[in-house]
């Protein structure tokens, strides 16, 4: 466990270091209203170091994290305003047909529509596989939330393959800066924003795909997706690990999988969770830490008077049951309020100081004042009779880095408090019978010192 | 005023005996106020109404499955009692499963210590262990016994989590050391926190408790308990049962047991359970015996009893039947339903099912559906239902099934008089 997690250390310092690079305030995406994707075949990594051919949409433009003409799992987070007209322009590199739907998406127009490209398919307009045939689809962004695109052409394969991706509507009025919201209202409103989107992979699918591809057979020659038995879990297109290393440019070598799935948040903050279930397989996500309110599905605000704005119908849970198709949005918040001890060790410790506000926490560090120079209740276990994880910093108290003996931790900068985030069929925190990995990462709940920012 | 000096005095000398004193490396220490002989019971309650000590070991064991096969497991036992000396011999070949039901109640000051008492049968293991308080609200690191971000206790040593308990509901615990296989091994149980209305009464407080509506549980006047502090009365029940699902691949199991890789991307579970056990192994109110080695006949852990779990309910026609649900299982999404009865959920994630404002989302249903990790809060109104049994199952119905044996697994009754 430690070893593996030291392999990592190099890359996670410089995932928190980036800043805008690695785990971000906003989600990895690029903007509209307009984007242009092709959809083309390359190889991802598993958490194992595994290759997988993959076929996922590519951006055809520049965009900042993102690298142009590369296929990416998974596709390019769409990022879009309430009301918005979105228009998607695909093209396709694949050696079949393929195409886009967009669940929750409502008055979809294609090419197929006015006859101006693209073949008419069972579910939608599709692309042939020419890499020349532009098929565009148009629909308005009526509704802010959180959303997902898929193929419609063999999703039962396809998808598997790696064609699925995520769509941020923001809502009227949003503002990066001074307004962040998902829905439009204080009930929704946030600090930082993590996406979440949950996939898994069949190897002998991609194997059988890249056979037939050699034999110049077509591509779902003897695939039978009814089989299908994953071995590998994904956030974000990423196995753990990977999940934990910087985005984008931060990490060259994985230009088709550009997303991690890093959150950090300070105490107090208010941190979105845009969770998405984009395969096959139901996912009990299980956030460490503390419950979170799950104010939205399927990008609808969980509220009885519609268009409120006030989520009052939020189910607060530890584990969020993630469904196919669905996506939630879901408030996590930490403090450390009520553990009866100094989250930050006692005065005689560490000197410091706590001013409660009206509801009782530290105007500055929101420290919960009455726990304040409480001591630890129980006395540690010595060191050699400790088993120490990489993300412990060898202190409990938050912001204090403790004396660990060599070649233990260190890989906790700030001396944070690292919480884990995963799927709680714990079969899926493994990379093809190697644990640990899969679909999980870790929170970190950042001291406030001087020093340590979050965008 | 003699009284403060004699409680600051006892105060000084808890504080010399588990506060100032280190353990010597690789020492069984347990840490308990107000517990001279460090055997996790305190000796005067009356000085420390609010603390709450137990010592579970973690470590191998045996279990049998309701087809009768005999299973390598990994898992905890209660220690509570056991003096420091006896621990490691008493934890050795110990393991249940479940694991300990930890029941608790809201304001409680709750110190677990947990011994690693090592891998009898695996003596080529040195795997640390862990308890992992599974929903515990605005959780630390020290104490949430996730070893990639905390630590873990070796093998012959105690660490005590502390856990100052201000939610009731209904959690659950396992160990989080390489999470996979210790999970499927089998170090998972139920554990509970009883709201502060049970001591309060609806309306009330701890010093002026409203006594016709304190809990029974309590001493009270009022219904047996409430899950939640609902201010109404709403999440009252009479009869109360954990019951926890889970499952197990033997393949797993077998392998652990023989020293061969774990065949993890492989793991299929084929012994669904509820409690530790296939149906109709759940009904058996009584504790399963001591497992049984069937190549030698003899006991296969020392004669010790690692299934005492009965998943049977029992109750009064009329009466509210509080089922506590939660899944350990590390592979599935499991569904159960109570044939005939009708189903209230009144709770998920340790939480009442209201919202940010208290708005009320209660609803009725005749199935739940729990993955791995999830609990949910179920009322069972048994008011209008003839007496007779009923049944509560898995209505995923491959796994009404021990491995091979048809007709068992995930399934229990509920007998209403
Ligand atoms: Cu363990």
Redesign the pocket.
């Known amino acids: 466990m430690t070893k593996t997690l030291l392999r990592l250390g190099h890359a996670l310092v410089a995932a928190l270091a980036l800043g805008a690079g690695g785990a971000s305030a906003v989600v990895d995406g690029i903007t509209g209203p307009v984007f242009n994707l092709t959809a083309r075949a390359d190889y991802i990594t598993a958490g194992d170091g595994a290759s997988l051919l993959a076929w996922g949409y590519a951006p055809d433009d520049a965009h900042p994290g993102h690298f142009q003409d590369v296929m990416q799992y998974p596709g390019p987070t769409m990022i879009v305003n309430e009301g918005d007209e979105v228009i998607v322009n695909l093209k396709n590199a694949l050696p079949m047909p393929v195409s886009m739907v967009f669940p929750g998406q409502s008055g979809v127009t294609t090419s197929c529509d006015s006859a101006t490209g693209g073949t008419p398919g069972a579910l939608t307009c599709e692309a042939p596989p020419d890499g020349t045939t532009t098929v565009t689809y148009t629909f308005t962004a009526s509704h802010p939330g959180t959303y997902l695109y898929h193929s419609g052409t063999r999703p039962d394969l396809q998808v598997e393959m790696g064609l699925v991706g995520a769509i941020v509507v923001r809502p009227a009025g949003f503002d990066e800066g001074t307004n962040r919201t998902a829905y439009g209202d204080a009930g929704s409103a946030y600090d930082h924003e993590y996406l979440f989107l949950l996939t898994e992979m069949d190897f002998q699918v991609h194997e059988q795909v890249a056979i037939n591809l050699m034999a110049g057979l077509p591509p779902e020659t003897g695939v039978n997706t009814a089989d299908f038995t994953s071995e590998y879990w994904f956030i974000n297109g990423r196995a753990a690990p990977d999940t934990m290393m910087a985005a984008g440019a931060g990490t060259p070598w994985m230009p088709t999988q550009p997303y991690n799935a890093m959150p950090r948040m300070f105490p107090g903050e208010r941190l979105l969770m845009r969770v998405i279930g984009g395969g096959r397989d139901l996912h009990p996500f299980h956030h460490h830490g503390n419950n979170s309110w799950t104010i939205a599905r399927d990008g609808r605000l969980l509220e009885s008077v519609p268009g409120s704005g006030n989520p009052d119908l939020a189910v607060s849970d530890f584990t969020v049951k993630v469904v196919p198709g669905n996506t939630y949005d879901a408030i996590f918040e930490w403090t450390g309020k009520g553990l009866g001890w100094d989250i930050y060790g006692t005065v005689a410790l560490n000197p410091h100081t706590c001013t409660a506000d009206t509801s009782g926490f530290d105007v500055v560090t929101r420290e919960w004042c009455a726990d304040h120079d409480k001591p630890l209740p129980v006395v540690l276990p010595n060191q050699q009779d400790l088993a120490f994880g990489g993300f412990w910093s060898g202190s409990p108290y938050l912001g204090a880095a403790g004396a660990l003996p060599p070649g233990q931790g260190g890989l906790n900068a700030n001396a944070g408090y690292f919480h884990m985030w995963h799927s709680h069929a714990e079969k899926e925190i493994t990379n093809n019978d190697i644990f640990p990995g899969g679909m999980m990462t870790m929170v970190i709940i950042e001291p406030r010192v001087e020093g340590v920012t979050i965008p | 005023m003699k009284t403060t000096c004699t409680l600051s005095r006892l105060g000084f000398l808890v504080a010399l005996a588990w506060g100032l004193a280190p353990a010597a490396h690789g020492a069984v220490f347990v840490q308990c106020p107000g517990d001279s002989n460090q055997d996790a019971v305190i000796d005067n309650p009356a000085l420390h109404p609010n603390a709450k000590c137990m010592h579970l070991s973690?470590g191998d064991g045996f279990v049998t499955m309701a087809d009768g096969y005999l299973q390598y497991i990994?898992g905890f036992s209660d220690l509570t009692g056991v003096l420091p000396e006896q621990a490691m011999s008493e934890g050795m070949l110990a393991a249940n499963f479940p694991a300990p039901t930890i029941a608790l109640k809201q304001g409680q000051q709750f110190y677990l210590s947990l011994t690693n008492a090592g891998m009898a049968i695996r003596p080529d293991l040195f795997?640390?262990?862990?308890v992992h308080f599974h929903g515990f609200p605005q959780a630390a690191p020290v104490f949430d016994g996730m070893p990639e971000g905390s630590i873990g206790i070796n093998m012959g040593a105690t660490i005590t989590y502390y856990y100052n308990l201000i939610e009731p509901g209904t959690f659950m615990y396992h160990?989080?050391?390489?999470a996979t296989e210790?999970m499927q091994m089998g170090?998972l149980g139920s554990l509970y926190v009883d709201p502060i209305q049970n001591r309060t009464g609806i309306g009330g407080s701890l010093a002026a408790p409203d006594l016709s509506t304190v809990a029974a549980k309590e001493g009270g006047a009022g219904p047996y308990g409430y899950v939640y502090n609902d201010g109404d009365g709403s999440t009252a029940f009479d009869v109360e049962i954990p019951i926890q699902l889970g499952s197990f691949d033997p393949a797993f199991h077998d392998a652990s047991y023989t020293v061969q890789p774990l065949p993890f991307a492989e793991m299929k579970d084929k012994y669904p359970m509820m409690n530790g056990r296939g149906y109709p192994d759940t009904v058996n109110s009584a504790s399963l015996p001591p497992p049984i080695d069937p190549e030698t006949g003899e006991s296969a852990n020392g004669g010790k009893v690692s299934q005492p779990v009965s998943s049977r309910v029992t109750a009064t026609a009329g009466q509210k039947i509080l089922l506590r649900l939660s899944n350990l299982s590390v592979t599935n999404f499991y569904t159960v339903t109570a044939l005939g009865l009708p189903m209230k959920v009144v709770g998920t994630g340790a939480h009442i099912l209201r919202g940010p404002d208290g708005t009320d989302t209660y609803y009725d249903t005749s199935s739940v559906t729990l993955g791995g990790g999830e609990a949910a809060d179920v009322i069972v109104d048994t008011g209008g239902a003839a007496p007779g049994t009923y049944f509560l199952y898995t209505t995923n119905l491959n796994y009404l099934s021990n491995n091979t044996e048809d007709y068992g697994g995930m399934m229990t009754e509920i007998v209403i008089n």
Do not use: I, L, R
């Open positions: 973690g990994f795997d640390p262990h862990t160990c989080h050391m390489e210790h170090m």
